[in-house]
């Protein structure tokens, strides 16, 4: 199967060959682009060297890349997922990876740790009231800095010779320029992206865990009739 996957272009990588390892070949569409902040980056990596964060999470790839590289300490540090644990670990950083690939779970996950404790959170210009309610209702303080915006490209997603889109955001889905065929499989690659979906009359027909190799498991399993 050929699948059609809503990436920024610096994050596809890999992608290829983790589509290739089910039995796919995939291609990068890009509803979305990114535009870097460095002055807030810069005012971010300052405020870690100076201590004022028990904790960094980071809530995907990208402020990995763009921050782990610029710090030379850092307190606790918490990532989504095993890719972007994999990116920090790259500038000798060491994080703990959330038992699941949804924000929501921060919380949970460190319990009553965070109470009196304050978080630095490197993220995109995206609104996430949940976070941040969950971590001041339970006791925490946070320091969100958006250090990138997420832009529309404005460009029709080429979908033509795409047997699947998968859709790995919500932000992906909603801004995206495509046209549906009946022909076309439609993925999710969360439950927070397929409720969005459904919102916009596109209910998916598979929905993966959060990561992409979970969703690629969960196209086999549909393929499979399981």
């Not at 920024?8 to 290739?20: I, T, V």
């Not at 795409?162 to 955001?169: E, H, I, N, R």
């Not at 993925?187 to 979906?197: E, K, P, R």
Request: glycine letters at 10%; proline letters at 6%.
């Amino acid at each position: 199967m050929k699948i059609a996957i809503t990436r920024l272009e610096n994050k596809a990588e890999g992608d290829r060959a983790l589509c290739a390892s089910y039995g796919h070949d995939c291609s990068t569409v890009s509803p979305l682009r990114s535009e870097i902040r460095a002055e807030r980056v810069a005012a971010f990596v300052d405020a870690v060297h100076r201590d004022e964060f028990d904790c960094l999470f980071f809530t995907s790839a990208l402020p990995a890349m763009i921050v782990a590289p610029r710090l030379t300490r850092w307190p606790r540090v918490i990532a989504i997922g095993p890719k972007t644990a994999e990116i920090l670990g790259e500038s000798g950083i060491e994080a703990e990876v959330l038992p699941a690939y949804y924000s929501r779970d921060f919380v949970p996950y460190l319990g009553d740790w965070l109470r009196g404790r304050t978080v630095g959170i490197p993220r995109a210009d995206v609104p996430n009231p949940g976070l941040l309610g969950g971590i001041t209702a339970a006791g925490g303080k946070y320091h969100e800095e958006r250090i990138y915006a997420l832009v529309p490209t404005g460009t029709e997603l080429t979908l033509d010779d795409a047997d699947a889109v998968l859709f790995t955001s919500a932000m992906s889905y909603r801004e995206a320029r495509w046209q549906p065929r009946d022909d076309l499989l439609l993925i999710a690659i969360g439950d927070v992206t397929g409720d969005a979906m459904r919102a916009g009359g596109h209910p998916p027909a598979v929905v993966g865990d959060g990561s992409l190799a979970g969703t690629l498991e969960a196209v086999n399993r549909y393929q499979e009739g399981v």
